[in-house]
């Protein structure tokens, strides 16, 4: 059975503060690893990795992949309120049509 | 844009109604989802469907049914709904080959009383 497994689950920072998100995954014949922004609506799409070792960047945040220990961080600089969010860690894998397993989401609060 | 439209963002039902939830894209894609979203399990696949007509489970599709019989719509029918299905219910949609990402309705929250 396919797992995704995010870390924290919940988070609380301040304004300014580096912020590092796991995921963790089990997922047979690998085909990549996605992260989406999720606030009071539809999840929005930030990354999606195929490859090892190569850093997705977008504005203050970036995301990087290990293949070999199966892992990807999303990583916030310098956060802001407007980042609070839950953050959903999704796998592409076996052999269905674009079939996600999704972790269970990282709650993050950035206050003031 | 890529639009998926859920026909309601809230709906409150009664146990043993018959519950249809619909979910619309403009981008004609082929594949499409949905999935139920509780605290603490993040997003759980009910069904999908990838092409018209066709469709499979996910991983957890007890007490729910989908059709899709247009292209660009797919429902989820709850037979008789019950208070253990009260939820949120996203849609998603994504085109065909390897390397594309969905793309997520607003959401519907589901409420069986």
């Known amino acids: 059975e396919d797992k995704v497994v995010q870390s924290p689950l919940s988070l609380v920072v301040h304004e300014g503060d580096t912020v590092t998100l796991n995921c963790s995954y089990e997922v047979t014949n690998f085909r990549s690893l996605l992260w989406y922004k999720q606030e009071k609506k539809a999840p929005t799409f930030l990354f999606m990795l195929?490859?090892?070792?190569i850093e997705k960047k977008s504005g203050r945040l970036s995301s990087i992949l290990d293949k070999k220990e199966l892992f990807s961080i999303l990583n916030i600089t310098a956060t802001q309120t407007g980042d609070s969010a839950v953050y959903l860690c999704a796998v592409a894998g076996g052999t269905s049509y674009g079939k996600l397993t999704f972790g269970q989401g990282t709650i993050l609060t950035v206050h003031p | 844009d890529v639009k998926v439209t859920q026909s309601s963002r809230y709906l409150v039902k009664r146990t043993g109604e018959k519950v249809f939830l619909e979910c619309v894209q403009d981008m004609d894609h082929e594949n499409m989802f949905w999935y139920r979203q509780d605290p603490g399990l993040g997003l759980r696949l009910i069904y999908f469907s990838y092409d018209v007509k066709m469709k499979e489970k996910g991983d957890i599709p007890e007490g729910y049914s989908v059709s899709r019989e247009k292209k660009e719509r797919f429902s989820l029918i709850l037979e008789s709904a019950s208070t253990n299905q009260t939820s949120m219910y996203l849609c998603?949609?994504?085109?065909?080959?390897?390397?594309?990402?969905?793309?997520f309705g607003p959401g519907t929250r589901l409420t069986v009383l």
């Open positions: 998603a949609s994504r085109p065909g080959g390897v390397g594309n990402e969905q793309f």
């Open positions: 195929t490859s090892s070792g």
